[in-house]
């Protein structure tokens, strides 16, 4: 089945302990984005990749890092987490040229961070 | 910068009434406009695409350039029509980078 996997899928951890939520997807896109949802701010975005070893910052990238490595997987990075971190977490992956194709969402990565 | 207005954060209506979703997007040329959608407990997925002039689930949406709007619109609505939607423009341009900036979301809620 296509899809975009995320793992793992409820985190609950304490501040400053790195930690790393993988994104992984099967259907050979280029195109790759990690977005953040919070109450009343909407989806935002925190890193893209247009293709392997290419990212780019999105709206907030503050505080977190990414890579991309193989084509099929895009991890997030917080290397020190802070409360304010506490989000519903998005990975999406997209064809080509991402955004004038249609984004497929992995199902979500709920964090808090203590 | 680009943006993406939903200027309400909840609407709610009863069954078989008509649906208004309001999107405005700041203009930069011909922009790529989308509208997700999440239904409880379900990742976001697609709804429709300005440039395929589809119709999905009754749902349609027009792009109008000199109101740089991309209103969602459903004439009967359905109980099953309740979740959040966005509102998600993308880049302009061959050389535009390529984030994608959503709305905050609404809140549609179907009574029976």
């Known amino acids: 089945e296509a899809q975009v996997t995320q793992n793992p899928r409820y985190l609950i951890t304490v501040t400053g302990k790195k930690l790393t939520v993988t994104c992984s997807q099967n259907?050979?896109?280029?195109?790759m984005s990690w977005y953040r949802q919070d109450p009343g701010l909407g989806l935002r975005q925190i890193y893209y990749?247009?293709?392997?070893?290419?990212?780019d910052k999105g709206d907030v990238p503050e505080g977190y890092k990414v890579s991309r490595k193989e084509k099929r997987n895009f991890p997030l990075i917080l290397e020190s987490p802070s409360p304010n971190q506490t989000s519903l977490y998005f990975c999406?992956?997209?064809?080509?040229?991402?955004?004038?194709?249609?984004?497929?969402f992995g199902p979500g990565t709920r964090l808090t961070v203590l | 910068a680009q943006r993406v207005t939903q200027p309400e954060k909840l609407l709610s209506v009863f069954k078989g009434a008509p649906v208004e979703l309001k999107c405005n997007y700041s203009?930069?040329?011909?922009?790529?406009l989308f509208w997700y959608v999440q239904y409880s407990r379900q990742r976001l997925q697609l709804l429709l695409r300005?440039?395929s002039r589809e119709s999905i689930k009754g749902f349609t949406a027009d792009l109008n350039k000199g109101e740089t709007s991309f209103h969602l619109k459903k004439p009967f609505a359905q109980e099953e029509d309740s979740a959040m939607y966005y509102c998600?423009?993308?880049?302009?341009?061959?050389?535009?980078?390529?984030?994608?900036?959503f709305g905050k979301g609404i809140t549609l809620s179907v009574r029976p």
């Open positions: 999406a992956s997209s064809p080509q040229r991402g955004l004038r194709d249609t984004q497929y």
């Open positions: 259907m050979n896109h280029e195109y």
């Open positions: 990749s247009m293709n392997v070893e290419v990212t």
């Open positions: 203009y930069s040329g011909s922009p790529e």
């Open positions: 300005h440039i």
């Open positions: 998600a423009k993308g880049p302009v341009g061959p050389g535009a980078n390529s984030k994608l900036t």
